[in-house]
């Protein structure tokens, strides 16, 4: 028998890509026991774990993907859900080859433990056979104050449970009509299915966390007034949710979409079973993508299973620059999206009464890299094409929602509308309010959001205690 | 612990029975005081209805000019509607609109003691109520629902009103009598004459233009009619004010589907607007835009008529 780090990483079953490219099904199938039990035993048990140093929430990985190896599932779940509330989630979607798996000392031997797909397996199996679906309720006695969580991405999640843990009354004030943000709007089922999403917020609200749908902070209530009604301490998790367009001609064509639109549609109103549902989308036959990070990748790879039978992607550096994570680049690559690399947008096409026909496009060179280190784009002149195409997507980026900081006095923000924040703490400028998440960062990822959600959670703790004292302090 | 808050009350008019007093946050933040019941229900023409709701948060904050976010059912989609009545006292939310298709029917077909599905506000920038002078409120059809509690307001903020109602006959003509005492004059036209002068509003405005010195407009109704009275005012340098309503989604600045173009610049109808100074607006894009899902909209109006019939 070879020696267990000469393996190769376990392959994930996948759906066929022709097949799965026409339907919402989840793409990968997850392990099976004993695929896991092989994978985790590729693990070396380092002592300096340096694969902890690339999780933002830290999990202790040696430590759980041991317990995976000698088959405890149960106790692997409990090592993980320490540190991580939607393990299930981030097994599924955190970009992995640039976190804890890119510090993997088996990267460089023979392929990093695959320690997403651990962590997925584990969380999966744990739902399907423990008696409750989380793993510890609050461990401690229930408290007075009261927490208002705005936002209920992963960022608010995740502040929401460990706050809830830790005996406060927590609400989550929610601007949509369901929870998740991203999770729910933006990322497809077909790589998060929904009943993963809604079991992992049921765990959430088993642990007596109110939500409250419908309520946009700034509009419905304001912060002031979230505090003159009680809450002792509020954290604003709202997200990276308005979205860039491009400013070129013709993007108010029908037919031009932001992905958030898109998305939205097909995600959270579920526009693929209309007229069913009373929310439509149009269907695209040739559609153009504009963008290539895991939102350019959802949503061409939604525009294919809506029935597209051409869908490009255009982006206007090269293929080591594209950010999304590797396996969605992989996957819609292998479903049949193209490529158009270092190809820029310049005008959206009219055709018919104001519909759109095509994509004027520019071909274009690296430069000298840019501020962010990436080597700049220049267009190439006469260089000029188009594409055909009925649909288009924008995906370039979205910045933070300007209804919190514009409604919320002594509230300091970045020049592009982040909320600043302690780092450390996620303080804002005004006292008992944190931040975290994509509303702090800009766009970044979830368990990045949640790391966030939980350090908050941590210094809103304290802050609270500090108070608890101070006023028994003053009763005595 | 018992927690107040307080309003301001500027330029609110008489649509919020109660100007400045204090509620009781606590009351109504529960999540039980989400089921949006509907407390009153009136048909106002054979299209129209007026629904009344428990939306205790909805009407905490609203002002005039402002909008809800509604899903009749769970498998509803969004749809946009002006907050024709808050009272913050009981919490009631009133709005009234127009049965034009799927989802307005699924709504119109709910009944007083039933609940909507979701009811999220109040979403939009507040109309800009100043004291100017003298202002035509120019309505048409379901627009002068839209349009009732911008008046009201203006009225309270001390101007003059010059009502002007539009309605193609005397049985779709809506809120009369509410438009009446909120005005100081009011001038009705049908298309058919069947009711007030023969006409079209922008005739009406045409000869009050002639008559009276007016110094600000309000246009709200079917986009042509808004353009119409946008290029009546144009020529004589009044400021107008229109009310814009394009295909909306979450109505929090997250899609961008609702954008319109005004003034060279896109704008964001669910929160730069819905109200914009008509007179910068690119009509053309809106109304193309707005006719973005006409086939689907078709389609479901049809499979809501078969589902009706059966
Ligand atoms: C299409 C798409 C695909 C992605 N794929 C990945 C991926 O594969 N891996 C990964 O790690 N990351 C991915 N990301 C990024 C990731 O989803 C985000 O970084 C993460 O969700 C941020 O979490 P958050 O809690 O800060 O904000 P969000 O998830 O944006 O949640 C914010 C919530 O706050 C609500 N809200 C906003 N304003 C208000 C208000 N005023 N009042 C009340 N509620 C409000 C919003 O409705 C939303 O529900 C993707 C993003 C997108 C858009
Ligand atoms: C800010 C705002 C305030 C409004 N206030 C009122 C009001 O007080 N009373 C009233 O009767 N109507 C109002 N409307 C219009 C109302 O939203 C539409 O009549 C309704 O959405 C039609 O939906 P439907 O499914 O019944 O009809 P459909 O058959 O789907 O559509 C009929 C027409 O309504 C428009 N429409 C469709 N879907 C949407 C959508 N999601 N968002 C916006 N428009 C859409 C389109 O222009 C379409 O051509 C308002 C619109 C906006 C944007
Ligand atoms: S949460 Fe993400 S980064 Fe952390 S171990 Fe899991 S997959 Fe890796
Ligand atoms: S670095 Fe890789 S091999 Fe080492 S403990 Fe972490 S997962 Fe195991
Ligand atoms: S409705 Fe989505 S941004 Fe206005």
Same mark, same amino acid.
């Given at each position: 028998?070879?020696?267990?780090?000469?393996?190769?990483?376990?392959?994930?079953?996948? *759906?066929?890509?022709? *097949?799965?490219?026409?339907?919402?099904?989840?793409?990968?199938?997850?392990?099976?026991?004993?695929?896991?039990?092989?994978?985790?035993?590729?693990?070396?048990?380092?002592? *300096?774990?340096?694969?902890?140093?690339?999780?933002?929430?830290?999990?202790?990985?040696?430590?759980?993907?041991?317990?995976?190896?000698?088959?405890?599932?149960?106790?692997?779940?409990?090592?993980?859900?320490?540190?991580?509330?939607?393990?299930?989630?981030?097994?599924?979607?955190?970009?992995?080859?640039?976190?804890?798996e890119k510090y993997c000392l088996m990267a460089k031997v023979n392929g990093a433990v695959a320690i997403g797909r651990l962590e997925r397996f584990t969380a999966d199996w744990h739902a399907a056979h423990a008696d409750t679906n989380h793993c510890d309720v609050s461990d401690r006695e229930p408290l007075d104050q009261k927490v208002a969580i705005i936002g209920a991405g992963p960022a608010g999640l995740t502040a929401a449970g460990d706050l809830a843990r830790a005996g406060y009354k927590v609400t989550v004030f929610e601007a949509l009509h369901e929870i998740g943000g991203v999770l729910r709007y933006g990322i497809p089922e077909f790589r998060l299915p929904r009943e993963i999403l809604d079991r992992e917020i049921e765990s959430i609200r088993s642990m007596g966390v109110d939500f409250m749908t419908n309520v946009v902070i700034g509009k419905t209530l304001t912060i002031d007034q979230l505090r003159e009604s009680g809450f002792d301490a509020i954290f604003v998790g709202t997200g990276a949710g308005l979205p860039t367009f491009l400013n070129i001609p013709g993007e108010d064509l029908n037919g031009v979409y932001s992905s958030n639109e898109f998305l939205t549609r097909v995600n959270l109103m579920n526009a693929?079973?209309?007229?069913?549902?009373?929310?439509?989308?149009?269907?695209?036959?040739?559609?153009?993508?504009?963008?290539?990070?895991?939102?350019?990748?959802?949503?061409?790879?939604?525009?294919?299973?809506?029935?597209?039978?051409?869908?490009?992607?255009?982006?206007?550096?090269?293929?080591?620059?594209?950010?999304?994570?590797?396996?969605?680049?992989h996957?819609?690559?292998?479903?049949?999206? *193209?490529?158009?690399?270092?190809?820029?947008p310049v005008a959206f096409l009219e055709g018919d009464k104001g519909w759109l026909r095509g994509v004027r496009c520019q071909r274009m060179q690296l430069g000298e890299p840019d501020e962010s280190g990436r080597r700049r784009p220049i267009p190439i002149p006469e260089t000029e094409f188009d594409i055909e195409a009925d649909t288009a997507i924008v995906a370039v980026g979205q910045s933070p929602n300007p209804l919190i900081r514009s409604t919320t006095d002594g509230l300091k923000t970045t020049p592009w509308g982040g909320i600043v924040v302690n780092e450390e703490t996620g303080e804002t400028s005004i006292p008992g309010v944190y931040a975290g998440g994509d509303a702090v960062t800009g766009a970044a990822t979830v368990i990045t959001a949640m790391g966030a959600g939980r350090r908050s959670a941590i210094s809103i703790d304290a802050y609270l205690k500090a108070l608890r004292e101070n006023n028994n302090k003053v009763s005595e | 612990m018992t927690s107040h808050v307080s309003h301001a009350s500027a330029g609110e008019g008489d649509w919020i029975k109660t100007s400045s007093h204090v509620c009781r946050l606590d009351n109504i933040l529960s999540p039980s005081s989400a089921a949006y019941l509907i407390l009153d229900k009136q048909r106002l023409s054979d299209t129209v209805v007026r629904l009344t709701l428990h939306a205790p948060l909805v009407a905490l904050n609203a002002q005039p000019g402002q909008f809800v976010l509604i899903r009749p059912t769970e498998r509803s989609e969004r749809i946009p509607l002006t907050i024709s009545h808050a009272d913050r006292v009981s919490g009631a939310v009133t709005v009234i609109f127009q049965e034009v298709g799927h989802t307005t029917r699924e709504l119109g077909g709910l009944e007083k003691g039933q609940s909507v599905q979701d009811f999220a506000g109040p979403l939009g920038t507040p109309s800009d109520i100043q004291r100017v002078g003298t202002v035509?409120?120019?309505?048409?059809?379901?627009?002068?629902?839209?349009?009732?509690p911008v008046t009201r307001a203006l009225k309270a903020a001390g101007n003059r009103i010059i009502g002007i109602l539009g309605?193609?006959?005397?049985?779709?003509?809506?809120?009369? +009598?509410?438009?009446?005492?909120?005005?100081?004059?009011?001038?009705?036209?049908?298309?058919?004459?069947?009711?007030?002068?023969?006409?079209?509003?922008?005739?009406?405005?045409?000869?009050?233009?002639?008559?009276?010195?007016?110094?600000?407009?309000?246009?709200?109704?079917?986009?042509?009619?808004?353009?119409?009275?946008?290029?009546?005012?144009?020529?004589?340098?009044?400021?107008?004010?229109?009310?814009? +309503?394009?295909?909306?989604?979450?109505?929090?600045?997250m899609c961008g589907g609702c954008r319109v173009r005004v003034g060279g610049d896109v704008?964001?109808?669910?929160? +730069?607007?819905?109200?914009?100074?008509?007179?910068?607006?690119?009509? +053309?894009?809106?109304?193309?835009?707005?006719?973005?899902?006409?086939?689907?909209?078709?389609?479901?109006?049809?499979?809501?008529?078969?589902?009706?019939?059966?």
């Amino acid at each position: 028998m070879p020696k267990r780090e000469h393996l190769p990483r376990t392959p994930m079953p996948e *759906q066929d890509p022709k *097949q799965r490219a026409t339907n919402f099904d989840e793409v990968t199938l997850g392990y099976t026991p004993e695929m896991a039990m092989a994978e985790a035993s590729r693990c070396l048990a380092c002592k *300096q774990k340096p694969c902890v140093r690339g999780c933002p929430v830290n999990i202790n990985i040696p430590e759980f993907v041991r317990k995976v190896a000698e088959g405890d599932f149960g106790a692997a779940a409990e090592e993980i859900a320490r540190a991580n509330a939607l393990a299930s989630v981030c097994g599924r979607v955190c970009p992995q080859e640039e976190q804890c798996e890119k510090y993997c000392l088996m990267a460089k031997v023979n392929g990093a433990v695959a320690i997403g797909r651990l962590e997925r397996f584990t969380a999966d199996w744990h739902a399907a056979h423990a008696d409750t679906n989380h793993c510890d309720v609050s461990d401690r006695e229930p408290l007075d104050q009261k927490v208002a969580i705005i936002g209920a991405g992963p960022a608010g999640l995740t502040a929401a449970g460990d706050l809830a843990r830790a005996g406060y009354k927590v609400t989550v004030f929610e601007a949509l009509h369901e929870i998740g943000g991203v999770l729910r709007y933006g990322i497809p089922e077909f790589r998060l299915p929904r009943e993963i999403l809604d079991r992992e917020i049921e765990s959430i609200r088993s642990m007596g966390v109110d939500f409250m749908t419908n309520v946009v902070i700034g509009k419905t209530l304001t912060i002031d007034q979230l505090r003159e009604s009680g809450f002792d301490a509020i954290f604003v998790g709202t997200g990276a949710g308005l979205p860039t367009f491009l400013n070129i001609p013709g993007e108010d064509l029908n037919g031009v979409y932001s992905s958030n639109e898109f998305l939205t549609r097909v995600n959270l109103m579920n526009a693929k079973d209309f007229p069913n549902e009373g929310t439509p989308v149009r269907i695209p036959v040739k559609a153009v993508v504009v963008g290539a990070g895991n939102t350019a990748m959802d949503s061409a790879r939604t525009a294919l299973r809506l029935g597209a039978q051409e869908v490009h992607i255009v982006y206007r550096r090269s293929r080591d620059e594209m950010p999304a994570r590797a396996e969605e680049l992989h996957h819609a690559e292998e479903e049949g999206v *193209q490529f158009n690399l270092l190809v820029n947008p310049v005008a959206f096409l009219e055709g018919d009464k104001g519909w759109l026909r095509g994509v004027r496009c520019q071909r274009m060179q690296l430069g000298e890299p840019d501020e962010s280190g990436r080597r700049r784009p220049i267009p190439i002149p006469e260089t000029e094409f188009d594409i055909e195409a009925d649909t288009a997507i924008v995906a370039v980026g979205q910045s933070p929602n300007p209804l919190i900081r514009s409604t919320t006095d002594g509230l300091k923000t970045t020049p592009w509308g982040g909320i600043v924040v302690n780092e450390e703490t996620g303080e804002t400028s005004i006292p008992g309010v944190y931040a975290g998440g994509d509303a702090v960062t800009g766009a970044a990822t979830v368990i990045t959001a949640m790391g966030a959600g939980r350090r908050s959670a941590i210094s809103i703790d304290a802050y609270l205690k500090a108070l608890r004292e101070n006023n028994n302090k003053v009763s005595e | 612990m018992t927690s107040h808050v307080s309003h301001a009350s500027a330029g609110e008019g008489d649509w919020i029975k109660t100007s400045s007093h204090v509620c009781r946050l606590d009351n109504i933040l529960s999540p039980s005081s989400a089921a949006y019941l509907i407390l009153d229900k009136q048909r106002l023409s054979d299209t129209v209805v007026r629904l009344t709701l428990h939306a205790p948060l909805v009407a905490l904050n609203a002002q005039p000019g402002q909008f809800v976010l509604i899903r009749p059912t769970e498998r509803s989609e969004r749809i946009p509607l002006t907050i024709s009545h808050a009272d913050r006292v009981s919490g009631a939310v009133t709005v009234i609109f127009q049965e034009v298709g799927h989802t307005t029917r699924e709504l119109g077909g709910l009944e007083k003691g039933q609940s909507v599905q979701d009811f999220a506000g109040p979403l939009g920038t507040p109309s800009d109520i100043q004291r100017v002078g003298t202002v035509a409120c120019v309505a048409g059809g379901v627009g002068i629902a839209v349009m009732l509690p911008v008046t009201r307001a203006l009225k309270a903020a001390g101007n003059r009103i010059i009502g002007i109602l539009g309605a193609r006959n005397k049985s779709l003509l809506i809120l009369e +009598d509410e438009m009446r005492e909120a005005c100081d004059e009011l001038a009705i036209v049908t298309d058919d004459g069947s009711y007030g002068e023969q006409g079209i509003v922008t005739d009406a405005l045409a000869a009050l233009t002639q008559r009276d010195r007016i110094d600000m407009a309000y246009a709200i109704g079917p986009l042509p009619m808004m353009q119409a009275v946008c290029d009546v005012t144009r020529d004589q340098s009044i400021a107008t004010v229109v009310s814009l +309503d394009p295909v909306m989604v979450d109505g929090t600045g997250m899609c961008g589907g609702c954008r319109v173009r005004v003034g060279g610049d896109v704008k964001f109808a669910c929160v +730069d607007g819905p109200e914009f100074d008509g007179h910068l607006v690119d009509w +053309d894009s809106l109304r193309s835009r707005k006719a973005g899902y006409r086939e689907q909209e078709q389609k479901a109006r049809e499979a809501s008529e078969e589902a009706h019939h059966a």
